[in-house]
Protein backbone atom coordinates (compact mmCIF):
# COMPACT_ATOMS: atom_id res chain seq x y z
CA UNK A 1 0.00 0.00 0.00
CA UNK A 2 1.52 3.51 -0.91
CA UNK A 3 1.89 5.77 1.42
CA UNK A 4 3.31 9.10 1.20
CA UNK A 5 4.32 11.41 4.57
CA UNK A 6 5.41 14.96 4.71
CA UNK A 7 7.44 17.06 6.40
CA UNK A 8 9.61 20.51 6.61
CA UNK A 9 6.39 22.60 6.96
CA UNK A 10 6.91 25.19 9.56
CA UNK A 11 7.05 29.27 9.72
CA UNK A 12 9.35 31.85 8.23
CA UNK A 13 9.79 35.16 7.39
CA UNK A 14 9.51 36.50 3.60
CA UNK A 15 12.54 36.19 1.49
CA UNK A 16 13.68 33.14 3.69
CA UNK A 17 13.16 29.10 2.67
CA UNK A 18 11.79 25.79 3.83
CA UNK A 19 12.74 22.62 2.51
CA UNK A 20 9.67 20.10 2.94
CA UNK A 21 9.79 16.42 2.42
CA UNK A 22 8.06 13.24 1.32
CA UNK A 23 8.68 10.19 2.14
CA UNK A 24 6.97 7.52 -0.01
CA UNK A 25 6.68 3.72 0.98
CA UNK A 26 4.76 0.74 -0.60
CA UNK A 27 6.04 0.79 -4.19
CA UNK A 28 9.03 1.35 -6.46
CA UNK A 29 7.88 4.75 -7.83
CA UNK A 30 10.01 3.77 -10.98
CA UNK A 31 7.30 5.55 -12.80
CA UNK A 32 5.41 7.80 -11.29
CA UNK A 33 4.06 11.52 -11.50
CA UNK A 34 4.46 12.73 -8.32
CA UNK A 35 3.74 16.82 -7.22
CA UNK A 36 3.77 19.28 -4.76
CA UNK A 37 -0.14 20.72 -4.05
CA UNK A 38 -1.09 23.49 -1.65
CA UNK A 39 -4.04 24.98 -0.77
CA UNK A 40 -4.37 28.53 0.40
CA UNK A 41 -6.78 30.19 2.65
CA UNK A 42 -10.06 31.01 0.49
CA UNK A 43 -8.24 29.57 -2.91
CA UNK A 44 -8.61 26.08 -4.55
CA UNK A 45 -6.24 23.78 -4.43
CA UNK A 46 -3.44 24.10 -6.76
CA UNK A 47 -0.59 22.01 -7.98
CA UNK A 48 3.06 23.77 -7.69
CA UNK A 49 5.10 21.10 -8.88
CA UNK A 50 5.53 18.27 -10.73
CA UNK A 51 8.64 15.60 -11.52
CA UNK A 52 8.12 12.59 -13.54
CA UNK A 53 9.89 9.71 -11.65
CA UNK A 54 11.21 7.81 -15.06
CA UNK A 55 13.78 10.57 -15.89
CA UNK A 56 13.04 13.43 -13.23
CA UNK A 57 11.19 15.44 -15.77
CA UNK A 58 9.67 18.82 -14.27
CA UNK A 59 7.17 21.17 -14.25
CA UNK A 60 6.31 24.22 -12.19
CA UNK A 61 3.75 26.73 -11.54
CA UNK A 62 4.64 30.04 -13.13
CA UNK A 63 4.40 31.88 -9.81
CA UNK A 64 6.92 29.57 -8.25
CA UNK A 65 9.08 29.17 -11.12
CA UNK A 66 12.91 30.21 -10.08
CA UNK A 67 12.05 30.34 -6.73
CA UNK A 68 10.90 26.41 -5.66
CA UNK A 69 12.84 23.16 -7.48
CA UNK A 70 11.16 19.84 -6.88
CA UNK A 71 13.12 17.08 -6.60
CA UNK A 72 13.36 13.45 -6.21
CA UNK A 73 15.83 10.97 -3.86
CA UNK A 74 14.96 7.92 -5.79
CA UNK A 75 17.42 5.83 -3.45
CA UNK A 76 15.22 7.00 -0.92
CA UNK A 77 12.09 7.25 -2.72
CA UNK A 78 11.96 11.20 -1.09
CA UNK A 79 10.15 13.94 -3.10
CA UNK A 80 11.30 17.24 -2.03
CA UNK A 81 10.14 21.05 -2.28
CA UNK A 82 12.90 23.26 -2.05
CA UNK A 83 11.03 26.68 -1.75
CA UNK A 84 13.40 29.94 -1.44
CA UNK A 85 12.34 33.59 -1.25
CA UNK A 86 9.21 32.90 0.13
CA UNK A 87 6.43 35.59 0.24
CA UNK A 88 3.35 35.85 2.32
CA UNK A 89 0.96 34.38 -0.40
CA UNK A 90 2.86 31.24 -0.36
CA UNK A 91 1.75 30.14 2.90
CA UNK A 92 -0.84 27.34 2.47
CA UNK A 93 -1.26 23.77 3.61
CA UNK A 94 1.23 21.77 1.21
CA UNK A 95 0.57 18.17 0.16
CA UNK A 96 2.47 15.65 -2.18
CA UNK A 97 0.34 13.23 -3.90
CA UNK A 98 1.49 10.81 -6.80
CA UNK A 99 -0.05 8.27 -9.79
CA UNK A 100 1.43 5.78 -11.22
CA UNK A 101 2.04 6.34 -15.26
CA UNK A 102 4.22 5.51 -17.91
CA UNK A 103 3.92 8.89 -19.43
CA UNK A 104 5.21 12.45 -18.53
CA UNK A 105 3.24 14.24 -16.13
CA UNK A 106 1.27 16.93 -18.71
CA UNK A 107 1.05 19.57 -15.88
CA UNK A 108 -2.29 21.07 -14.91
CA UNK A 109 -3.73 18.55 -17.60
CA UNK A 110 -7.43 18.06 -16.61
CA UNK A 111 -8.57 14.33 -15.92
CA UNK A 112 -5.63 13.04 -14.03
CA UNK A 113 -6.32 11.10 -10.95
CA UNK A 114 -3.95 11.23 -8.10
CA UNK A 115 -4.38 7.88 -6.17
CA UNK A 116 -1.99 8.66 -3.82
CA UNK A 117 -2.03 12.14 -0.85
CA UNK A 118 0.11 12.71 1.90
CA UNK A 119 -1.59 14.25 5.23
CA UNK A 120 -0.30 18.02 4.51
CA UNK A 121 2.03 20.13 6.00
CA UNK A 122 1.24 24.06 6.63
CA UNK A 123 3.95 26.71 5.62
CA UNK A 124 3.71 30.12 6.71
CA UNK A 125 4.92 33.21 5.72
CA UNK A 126 5.44 36.04 7.70
CA UNK A 127 5.87 39.70 5.95
Known amino acids: QVQLVESGGGSVQAGGSLRLSCAASGDTFSSYCMGWFRQRPGKEREVVAE????????DYLLSVKERFTVSLDNAENTLYLQMNALKPEDTAMYSCAAFPTLRHCSFGAYGRVWNYWGQGTQVTVSS
Open 51 to 58: IYTADHTT
